[in-house]
């Protein structure tokens, strides 16, 4: 997969000299980059990607990429980031060793997020423009197939057993499960207000839905197909209507869940066993998007609006660093 | 209209509407609903209550109202006999909430004096205290007026001077138009006590465009020109904003106006009420519309939801410099013990609304 991506036509990127020069000098300063946690942050509004050394707990370099990157994620040997350039409507493929641009995949329009099949080769892409979900064949770099699905398509996960798609419409308001191998929309429920991330538990016995508007975590039954349960937020001095869930992560073991809280800048910690919210963890301004370095010890937030990525101590439950990226931060990928 | 660019699109609010029904019809899809949408323009001369009448007899539950006061008011009563429940998309009159309001007419369209509210919470957090009131000479902008008098006692600020632009009838800056109004703009706004904004009540489109970067001191203007209170700016791209916006020029080939937003606020909530009940039964979709649990996204950064003592939609106002999105309103620090929304506008307590 690694050479064919590679020896793509790539985007003639023409940088200005002084971009040139800054390039060369923070080379010097991260000829180890392999070696460190290295984290990935997509900037919305400066259309770069931030590289996180998550050693040094700091930003080393800047990745130039396409118009307004959004989703971002890694191809699953870990050698080729793949990014949303929604205005660009494309999905860039970043080779991980050289940081640089080589190819790109047939994304449909404005392509927003995405996700991985378990075997890596299949990329189920929400356009938010088409209310569509677009299945790419990365190796193939081809477009397998496109599933109509509700007003603006935003989050997108697969079952843990690679059986279902779900996909979630920020105004249509439902999770759509999709069948794997028929590629058709078997289910539809409806969530609270603009639903955003939809997420399994590992062991594949509830998909979470958050839903921004709403201010809820929908727990969905995948197998009813039904909402058996709603959680709710409250923060003291807040108004509920600046809690807005986005992102959701379970620890490895699904004791916990972690649901970032929009412009309430707080992470919210769920006992998933009681639903409980059993903490509120103060992190940047307008937290959306998470990922968790691969030893689960460390969970990193996007905080679009204070530029910045937050590190969380999983053990601890605590706030260890504020990291500095570009312009509205929007996701972020830890590289295995 | 002085400046070109605002021209009206003849499908202003329609186009709007328009999307809205395939937004729902894409979420109804998944339900087995379907919503259609008619049209029925009524030209100056003709009588609204035909229209209203055709409509009914096609079996609509809901329409949407592109009139002024007087014309709703004039639907209001037939419209309720008829079992239909009309969406006020574009009066802005306060009294279609307060005195003449009614129990099946929906306000989308925002008041003046939430309109005015915004605009003054804005000024007032700007440490822009000192208003000049310039008003037009039309009805509509004395009561516009009106509604900027009662912001500036209720938000502490103060009009130090007023002025009234009498409409002549002149026309845009043709010829020798701009040599005129170069002159006429600063004569006008001559010797007014110190003052930090001109405010210009202009809804008719009559001056306020002129007064910009012509005002005797060199002090900016809000309210019909400069910083204008807008449900809706082409530019706003805030909370998924940006969707809405593509999606709409890619269909109509225009940029979505106030108007076109009001109108799709109306037809979302109708496909949202219809979506939460799975019912295409119009008395469930407006008891659901007019129940607690209702509310309506519409890219402003919070559920929109119903006033329930006189069915005006609670909404944030954008305000906005024709080129960008300068603030948002209600401010920080304007407190409500229940929404902060209901700092703008006439609130419960002051309502003289007995829904009926």
Sequence with gaps: MRGRLGCAAGLATIRPTMALLAFSFVDVLFPARSQALTAYVSNE??????????????AVKTIDVGERPRGITLTRDGHFILLCASDDDTIQVIDTKTLKVVGNLPSGPDPETFALNAAGNLLYVSNENDSM?????IDARKVMAEIPTGVEPEGMTVSPDGQTIVNTSETTNMAHFIDYKTRKVTANVLVDARPRIAMYRHDGTELWVSAELGGTVSVIDPVAHAVKRKIGFEVQGLRSDVIQPVGIRFTADDALAFVALGPANRVAVIDTKTYQVKDYLLVGQRVWQMDFTPDGKLLLTTNGLSNDISVIDVAALKVVKSIQVGRL???????P | MISLLDQQAPDDGFAGAKLATDDNNTTGRFLGQAFQLIDAPVGGQDDPLAALASLADQGIAFALVDLAADGVLKLAGPAGTRGITLFNIAARDDNLREKDCRADVIHIAPTRSMLADALAQYLVWKKWTRWMLVLGSHPED???????????KRFGARIVDERIFKDSGGARQTDSGVIQVQQQMPVFTQGAPDHDVVVAADENEVFAGDLPYRTWTARPVVGSAGLVPVTWDASSDSWGGAQLQNRFVRLYHRRMTALDMQAWTAVRMIGESASRTKSADPKAIMAYMKGPEFGVAAYKGQRLTLRDWNWQLRQPILLSDGRNVVSISPQPGFLHQVTELDTLGIDRPESQCKLK
Excluded at chain 1, 133 to 137: F, G, K, Q, S
Excluded at chain 1, 329 to 335: E, H, N, Q, Y
Excluded at chain 2, 142 to 152: E, F, Q
Aim: avoid cysteine.
């Design chain 1, 45 to 58: 509004r400066d259309n770069t990607i931030s590289v996180v050394d998550l050693d040094a707990m700091k």
């Design chain 1, 133 to 137: 979900v677009t299945v790419i064949d």
């Design chain 2, 142 to 152: 004395a009561l516009l007026a009106d509604a900027y008098r009662r912001a500036a």
């Design chain 1, 329 to 335: 931060p929007w996701g972020v990928v830890v590289a």
